[in-house]
């Protein structure tokens, strides 16, 4: 790409890539779990069949969708031109480069493999720190700490797996930062945008506005976040996790989310926060103290429900919206918001009703497959430029 050559229109805003890899790349792990596990697919890395998983959500495909929506965030938050062209491609082949060395990381070595991989996450903290910094907007060097944060995750997850085989408190702290950042993101976005769509229906009634409901919400559930990652079983931390997932229910019902229930582009965005504060609860009654469900059966309200949900509704919003396509939802987005609520309902039902074992197999297919439609449904959109518009009637014609 020279000074000359135009910008190609799929690296003119960080969510273009960044969007439809992360959605490919969140499918991927899931499609090929069971395969993995029983053998039939055997892919070189290093890592634990249960790690490579969880590294290929949480440290992978998520940072993918988290540069996408940051990248393009920050472009509003500073008022400077977005991340684009050369920069933008450097960061793409940086996460092509750390996917390729995960999944060949028994090839490369698994010291390779983490320098490459984490190269990414630092990269993109560097960037948006940058941008931060010179727009003026300190006030997100919160986020751009967490992505940082996000970066310590993923290195110290690449020497616990090393050093023990399996990477459980790295695992667990890199779920812990992505729902933060949801907490964060979401507590200024949710209420922000269905304040406008209710003001612009002359609905009086509005979100309340951020106080010290949320300010406790948020200090509660990273406290409890915490405790989870050193002592998932601690009566303590189910204590902990109780009142953090009642104090994001109450944060909740503030933002007015039934008033929205006419336009699922918008109520899903409540949805998903619910699933969050739900996996809050669940996973209190997954711990010592209680432990009435599972470990992995609470995580996967978190994973499956919060994060799948919320990333879904967030790259739809930012993809029409940026794209200059109507903040309104169609049968697609309907469809894909249904399968991954479904697919976190089967999950959940699948250890809890031993009738509901084929849930194991629905909640995978339905989840990688709401990815999947938004990549086959969004790919035009995102990848290329908008069609000409029509030329109107009798123009070809010469006649008015």
Known sequence: MTRTDPM??????GFRPFFLLGALAMALPVLLWVPVMT????????????????HGLLLGAVPAIIAGFALTAVANWTGRPPVAGRRLLALVLLWLAGRVAVTFSAVVGPVVAAAVDVAFPLALAGVFA????????LRNLRVVALVGLLALVDAAFHAEALATGLAWYSGRAALAVVLVMILL?????IPAFTRNWLAARRIERLPAPFGRVDGMAMIVSALALALWVAAPGSPATGVALAVAGLANIVRLSRWRGLATRSEPLLLVLHVG????????????????????LAASTAQHVWT??????????VMT????GHSGRPLASGPLEILIFALVALAAVARVAADLVPAAAFGLDAAALGFALA??????????????????????????????
């Open 39 to 54: 053998g039939l697919v055997e892919i070189p890395t290093a890592f634990a069949p249960r790690d490579w998983h969880v």
């Open 130 to 137: 940058f941008e931060v910094v010179k727009g003026g907007s």
């Open 273 to 292: 926060y619910a699933f969050v504060a739900a996996g809050f609860l669940a996973t209190a009654a997954a711990a010592e103290l209680l432990g009435l």
């Open 185 to 189: 993101v979401g507590g200024r976005i």
């Open 317 to 320: 919003r930012a993809s029409r």
């Open 371 to 400: 990815y999947l439609l938004f990549a086959a449904g969004y790919a035009r959109m995102l990848l290329l430029p908008p069609r000409p518009a029509p030329a109107a009637a009798g123009a070809s014609t010469g006649r008015a």
């Open 8 to 13: 190609p229109h799929w690296l003119t805003g």
């Open 304 to 313: 499956v429900g919060g994060v799948g949900t919320m990333t879904l509704a």
